[in-house]
Antibody
Framework: QVHLMQSGAEVKKPGSSVRVSCKASGDTSSDYAISWVRQAPGQGLEWMGGIIPIFGTVNYAQKFQGRLTFTADESTSSVYMELRSLKSEDTAIYYC???????????????WGHGTLVTVSS | SSELTQDPAVSVALGQTVKITCQGDSLGSYYANWYQQKAGQAPVLVIYGRNIRPSGIPDRFSGSTSGNTASLTITGAQAEDEAEYYCNSRDNSGDHVVFGGGTKLTVL
């Protein structure tokens, strides 16, 4: 079993940045990638991109190019998602999800974090 | 980019069979995976690949594909199956991922 532990809820002002962490534990090797998916209130799932932690390879959805950065710290099995220039429309639950392969474009997510609520409000 | 289209809502009588569909051009090249999301919870993978159930998923869940349409079938729906169901796949380029809009399943 794999467990993905995410950081706690955040409240941010428009124009600021947020950083959400996702720490993997349990039955993990290095043969995985992490994808980030968000869900606005009452809305569906939206793919943001992915990262292969062991290589640092990243892949971002076009919509977020320029204001989204994924990083990884292999020593702690953690990945981080930073979204900048926040707008009210970025209010959402942000999920990390494991891809059981070295692929940032895979759509197979076998384990998910519990989600982190990010609220953007003035 | 490409889109995946799902019916917004479907209902099924308890114990009956229901099919939830997902339509998109990229499904001619890539399998759809299916996720179940209950209210207030994170999504859970229920079907992936040709028709594979992860460990712990009941065998009443099955998947299939015909042309550009993928389907999730629940044979003998239970009350606990009431949830939102999402399909996903790669887009036409194969480099990005797309999700369907979700189908809310009500078990009557």
């Amino acid at each position: 079993q794999v467990h993905l532990m995410q950081s706690g809820a955040e409240v941010k002002k428009p124009g600021s940045s947020v950083r959400v962490s996702c720490k993997a534990s349990g039955d993990t090797s290095s043969d995985y990638a992490i994808s980030w998916v968000r869900q606005a209130p009452g809305q569906g799932l939206e793919w943001m991109g992915g990262i292969i932690p062991i290589f640092g390879t990243v892949n971002y959805a076009q919509k977020f190019q320029g204001r989204l950065t994924f990083t990884a710290d292999e020593s702690t099995s953690s990945v981080y998602m930073e979204l900048r220039s926040l707008k009210s429309e970025d209010t959402a639950i942000y999920y990390c999800a494991r891809i059981p392969a070295h692929s940032t474009s895979s759509h197979l997510y076998d384990f998910w974090g519990h989600g982190t609520l990010v609220t953007v409000s003035s | 980019s490409s889109e995946l289209t799902q019916d917004p809502a479907v209902s099924v009588a308890l114990g009956q069979t229901v099919k939830i569909t997902c339509q998109g051009d990229s499904l001619g090249s890539y399998y759809a995976n299916w996720y179940q999301q209950k209210a207030g919870q994170a999504p859970v993978l229920v079907i992936y690949g040709r028709n594979i159930r992860p460990s712990g998923i009941p065998d009443r869940f099955s998947g299939s594909t015909s042309g550009n349409t993928a389907s999730l079938t629940i044979t003998g729906a239970q009350a606990e199956d009431e949830a939102e169901y999402y399909c996903n796949s790669r887009d036409n380029s194969g480099d990005h991922v797309v999700f369907g809009g979700g189908t809310k399943l009500t078990v009557l």
